[in-house]
């Protein structure tokens, strides 16, 4: 399997498992599996443009700065709420944000999740 079908298929598993962990008012879960595929997405984005797969958070950061920076902002922004998930409890307002973002990157390479 290739990177590119592989990430579309964990994008897809890590959102389907939150839209369950959401269901079952697990906002934790859901906001962790939410953003482990908008990541999914992220990297599947990059690999789409750049041909270049990221091989860490920190590159991943590096690379949609310089040359995705709406697709920076997203990061930016949800990333704090994925480590916060560790030792805060999450809402569902929070979930349906990474929800929405997950979608957005889903738009923006094509896929259906």
Do not use: G, W
Not at 12 to 39: C, G, T
Not at 61 to 84: A, E, G, H, T
């Amino acid at each position: 399997m290739k990177k590119e079908e592989i990430l579309e298929k964990t994008a897809r598993e890590y959102f389907n498992s939150a839209e369950d962990e959401l269901k079952k008012q697990r906002y934790n879960s859901a906001v962790v599996l939410y953003f482990k595929s908008l990541v999914a997405l992220i990297d599947l984005f990059i690999i789409k443009n750049t041909k270049d797969t990221p091989s860490s958070h920190t590159e991943r950061f590096r690379i949609v700065q310089y040359k995705f920076p709406d697709v920076y902002d997203i990061l930016d922004k949800d990333f704090p709420f994925y480590q916060d998930s560790y030792i805060q409890m999450m809402t569902k307002e929070l979930a349906e944000v990474i929800k929405n973002d997950a979608l957005f990157m889903a738009k923006k390479t094509k896929i259906e999740l």
